[in-house]
């Protein structure tokens, strides 16, 4: 997750910066036909033993997954063996977690899915008509077996969960998740129709050639055909095919200064000089704010469709949906069902 390709690409990392049925079939199915042919109506709603890692813990524990739980990952930026890239996106995005995906069954073999919204490794990035515009869409992945016991027959990751240091999955509450599951059918529709379209991967920020006169950058609303990002495409499934809004997953414009400005992994988020158009040297997001004076802009808060009607504005993050008071705790299991 990171304009022109050399001053704004890094904006774009902080965007990501700044993933039908009750689905049991008699029918066996195997990784090559779920790849193939997106067949997720017919993996199995069942229980997926999950190895997490949750942040500032070595410790592997093993969550019982449910269909529609979400995997949370994050770099440790104190590791000497975290990748510049990868702190970057560390400090970038806010919070501890950076990004998101979704499990949604097994096949026939008792191989676990997920689903995740995710830029491309070559990075095509330019700027359109409608701002800034990068390679990605939705993917869908093979996870593995209960307790990480067998890896999946084919390798078929983009980017692949062993890259990140920390994985910690959690699940709405009991009643979120009951109405989401009154629209299980739609829901895991709507996922195959996007895969089956390359749904594309969209920031939630208007980042156009009109920046370096107005030296604003604007929090947008995406909508569903405009495409979307790891936590936006989640947060848009649930509102308008579930009408469910989850509690306090949006920050606006004003929070995100304040977190380039004060806080201290914000205060290390910079563009690398090889994306820079206008200088020689790495040129820190705080220096920008402070000394060239950018900003954010909200965008106007607009209706919901949820069952509450409340109007919502602001960007989502992965960290803010992982705090959420709509989320709750899986309690991991040791290894002995090895």
């Given at each position: 997750m990171n304009t022109l390709t050399l001053f704004f690409k890094p904006?774009?990392?902080?965007?990501?910066?700044?993933?039908?049925?009750?689905?049991?079939?008699?029918?066996?199915?195997?990784?090559?036909?779920?790849?193939?042919?997106y067949a997720i109506n017919l993996l199995k709603d069942e229980t997926y033993y999950f190895p997490a890692r949750k942040f500032q813990t070595d410790d592997i524990v093993y969550q019982p997954l449910k269909r529609f739980d979400i995997i949370f990952t994050a770099y440790d930026v104190n590791s000497s063996k975290t990748t510049q890239n990868s702190r970057l996106i560390s400090q970038v995005i806010p919070?501890?977690?950076?990004?998101?995906?979704?499990?949604?069954?097994?096949?026939?073999?008792?191989?676990?899915?997920?689903v995740e919204m995710n830029s491309n490794i070559s990075e095509h990035i330019q700027i359109g008509t409608d701002g800034l515009e990068l390679g990605g869409r939705l993917y869908l992945y093979c996870l593995g077996s209960d307790y990480g016991d067998k890896s999946c027959p084919k390798d078929n990751y983009i980017y692949g969960l062993e890259r990140y240091d920390y994985l910690w999955a959690k699940s709405l509450t009991p009643q979120l998740y009951q109405q989401l599951k009154k629209s299980e059918n739609k829901f895991l529709q709507r996922i195959k129709e996007d895969l089956i379209s390359a749904y594309p991967f969209k920031i939630q920020f208007y980042i156009g050639k009109?920046?370096?006169?107005?030296?604003?950058?604007?929090?947008?609303?995406?909508?569903?055909?405009?495409?979307?990002?790891?936590?936006?495409?989640?947060?848009?499934?649930?509102e308008n095919i579930a009408h469910i809004c989850l509690k306090d997953v949006r920050m606006d414009a004003r929070t995100l200064e304040e977190y380039?400005?004060?806080?201290?992994?914000?205060?290390?988020?910079?563009?690398?000089?090889?994306?820079?158009?206008?200088?020689?040297?790495?040129?820190?997001?705080?220096?920008?704010?402070?000394?060239?004076?950018?900003?954010?802009?909200?965008?106007?808060?607009?209706?919901?469709?949820?069952s509450s009607g409340e109007r919502i504005k602001g960007f989502v993050t992965p960290d803010l949906i992982f705090n959420s008071s709509s989320m709750e705790e899986i309690k991991g299991v040791s290894g002995l069902g090895l």
């Open positions: 904006l774009l990392v902080f965007a990501l910066t700044i993933v039908i049925a009750a689905c049991s079939s008699d029918k066996g199915i195997t990784q090559d036909e779920i790849i193939k042919s919070g501890d977690y950076t990004h998101m995906l979704m499990y949604i069954g097994k096949d026939s073999e008792g191989f676990a899915y997920g009109s920046i370096l006169e107005t030296k604003e950058i604007q929090i947008i609303h995406n909508r569903y055909q405009d495409g979307g990002d790891c936590a936006s495409y989640f947060i848009g499934l649930f380039y400005l004060n806080d201290t992994n914000g205060q290390q988020a910079y563009i690398p000089m090889e994306y820079n158009l206008f200088s020689k040297n790495d040129i820190n997001l705080k220096y920008y704010l402070e000394r060239k004076k950018y900003s954010f802009r909200d965008n106007k808060s607009r209706e919901s469709k949820c």
